[in-house]
């Protein structure tokens, strides 16, 4: 069975912050972001490749956000594009804030358990699905 969560995040909340509560909330334990857009006043994104997130300040346009989720960890990728349309992507982390909205829809699979473990080969903590 599926469940479909929505939800709408006001200005100034923390945009990883707050979904991370909401999964926590709703105990989720296998769950995909099928929607996310809005705005944000700052951004901070890890790119690809890269230790430390670059951070900057002013308006955009959440044109993509998409991931997994789940309590026991999640991987959240968001595309934004400036005023001129110049589009960055990268790796959701915490310090990203909204401006007016952002509206999120999250789907959930009952019948599978989603954890993050280390994996050997890459050295990070890797998506492990397991089936119940």
């Not at 890890?46 to 993509?64: D, L, P, T, W």
């Not at 309590?71 to 595309?79: D, K």
Request: net charge negative; charged share 20%; hydrophobic share 35%.
């Amino acid at each position: 069975m599926n469940n479909t969560h929505v939800f709408r995040l006001k200005p100034g909340a923390d945009l990883k912050k707050e979904i991370e509560s909401y999964v926590k909330a709703t105990n989720i334990q296998a769950g995909w972001i099928g929607c996310g857009v809005g705005s944000l006043t700052d951004y901070n994104i890890r790119f690809a490749n890269q230790s430390e997130g670059n951070k900057g300040a002013g308006q955009f346009e959440i044109v993509n956000l998409m991931g997994t989720v789940s309590v026991h960890g999640s991987h959240i990728h968001i595309s934004i594009s400036d005023s001129t349309g110049k589009t960055m992507g990268g790796h959701l982390l915490e310090g990203n804030f909204i401006y007016t909205t952002a509206e999120i829809i999250i789907l959930e699979a009952e019948d599978f358990v989603f954890t993050r473990e280390k994996d050997g080969g890459t050295g990070w903590q890797e998506l492990q699905i397991k089936k119940i």
